[in-house]
């Protein structure tokens, strides 16, 4: 039996469909579903909440950086494990890159792909019948999809609510429901998106509010009537989305470093590797009987003092490195450079493996997908492999150094290609994520 699925989604970022996706998510496994979660575009931080709210995994569906048969391999795993996905989008529904048609990276490629029809959250705030026209755009905008239904959000009152339904109704879009512009429906955010589920305090307290409130607001029978049958691409291969840095991989893993997509730690797996997970913040080294470490993005520019201070972590990351690889992903990147500066410019020594100096003072978003091209043989495979991934820091590069360049980079926008991150000896990053081998690589 393959679950039926839907995908919430907005006209633009910013509409409430994070925190409604998890209010529906957890009331519908307050019913007794099985309910996974899936998360579109590159996002390391919801599908923890995803997994919260419904106590099952959540894995990310990317229709630039994945090909059609790891997109089904990972919507497959999903079905086959719930009675209902509840997919979740990013940004706008439309919202991509240049590429092929449905390789964008637009939310709606998912919906189309797999067949889901779209739920849209429509932020009625500042509006009333006009946000009809907006459902009607998108409605009528790409044909592949389908818009089964509108949930209204940030009403400001019951005439409010029934003007902008009146305006769905003039379109024939049935609302399944309307919440109120409620501050305490909203969770905590830092420079990245949420703060993270393992962070938030009280989360399953806040999660219970979520579901208590869309199941106030929000025709629940409707919802699940409006999921569609989930079609899977026509391949049958399994796909690795990347190799395996080591046969068993020593992973950092606490609060500054948690940014690893669960489809790749699932694809590792699949080859048989090992994961051992170590907390750097609690001051641990690398295990020694792994092969190879792994350094994540996460947030080590906001405990930058504590990880400087931790010699047990640093000394052995450094004793561990000269034997075996260790590879650096965004912030894991910074922390094997010299120095990271933090928000308030005091710069604290990180391990100094690589030449690389970052600074959080120095603020500029970078945010984005990359190719790369590595440039030499490392923990991500051979040298002239081709990886989809992207970048999403804060943090800037003050010195680059004199190592040599872990890869060369390019966006979908057709930039030229550029050096990106270090390499020296056994050790290699760079701000850039990676997500899975480009296909024809």
């Known amino acids: 039996m393959t679950a039926r699925g839907l995908l919430i989604a907005a006209p633009r970022s910013g509409s409430g469909k994070t925190t409604i996706t998890l209010g529906l998510q957890r009331a519908l496994t307050q ?21 919260a709210a419904t106590g099952a995994p959540s894995a990310n569906l990317d229709s630039y950086a994945m ?17 209902i996905i509840v997919a979740e989008g990013s ?7 240049p590429g092929p048609d449905g390789h964008t990276g637009a939310s709606a490629d998912i919906a189309a792909l797999l067949g889901w029809p779209v739920v849209l959250v429509v932020d009625v705030s500042g509006q009333a019948q006009s946000a009809g026209a907006v459902a009607l755009g998108c409605m009528a ?19 409010h609510r029934r003007l902008a339904a009146a305006g769905m109704e003039k379109i024939g879009l049935p609302v399944f429901g309307a919440l109120p512009r409620e501050a305490s429906l909203i969770l905590p955010e ?12 009280d989360l399953h307290q806040r999660l219970d509010a979520l579901a208590e409130a869309v ?9 699940i009537a409006a999921a569609g049958a989930t079609n899977l691409p026509a391949s ?14 020593a992973i950092a893993r606490d609060a500054a470093f948690s940014f690893v997509y669960p489809h790749v730690e699932a694809g590792w797996l699949s080859l048989g590797a090992k994961l051992v997970p170590f907390s750097p913040l609690a001051d641990e080294p690398p295990p020694e009987s792994c092969d190879a470490c792994w350094l994540p993005g996460g947030y080590p520019e906001l405990h930058a003092g504590r990880l400087a201070g931790s010699s047990r972590f640093l000394d052995g990351l450094r004793d561990f490195a000269r034997t075996r690889p260790v590879h650096g992903e965004c912030g894991g990147y910074m922390v094997l450079g010299k120095s990271l500066i933090d928000a308030d410019g005091t710069s604290h020594t990180m391990a100094g493996l690589l030449s690389v100096e970052t600074s959080f003072a120095r603020r500029k978003m970078n945010l984005g997908y990359r190719n790369a091209v590595l440039a030499a043989d490392g923990p991500l495979g051979p040298a002239g492999s081709r990886l989809s991934g992207h970048e999403f820091h804060y943090a800037t590069v003050i010195s680059q150094g004199e190592d040599a360049p872990f890869a060369e980079v390019t966006d979908p926008h057709g930039s030229a290609p550029a050096p990106a991150g270090s390499r020296r000896g056994l050790v290699s990053g760079s701000f850039f994520h990676a997500i899975a081998v480009r296909e024809g690589a």
């Not at 590159?42 to 909440?49: C, N, Q, R, S, V």
């Not at 090909?67 to 009675?83: C, S, T, V």
């Not at 905008?141 to 005439?159: F, H, M, P, T, W």
Request: a positive charge.
């Open 31 to 51: 019913r007794g579903l099985k309910v996974r979660g899936l998360k579109c575009g590159p996002d390391y931080i919801d599908p923890a909440f995803h997994a």
């Open 190 to 201: 830092r420079h990245l998106g949420l703060v993270q589920a393992g962070e938030t305090e």
């Open 236 to 249: 049958a291969r399994q796909v690795t989305p990347l190799p395996s840095p080591g046969r068993c991989l």
């Open 67 to 83: 090909p059609d048969a790891l997109l089904g391999q990972i919507a497959n795993e999903a079905a086959g494990a719930a009675d």
């Open 215 to 223: 199941k106030a607001a929000i025709a629940l029978d409707a919802v």
């Open 141 to 159: 905008y790409d044909k592949r999809i389908r818009v089964a239904g509108v949930i209204l959000n940030k009403v400001a009152s019951e005439r």
């Open 91 to 97: 940004m706008g529904l439309f919202d991509g890159v």
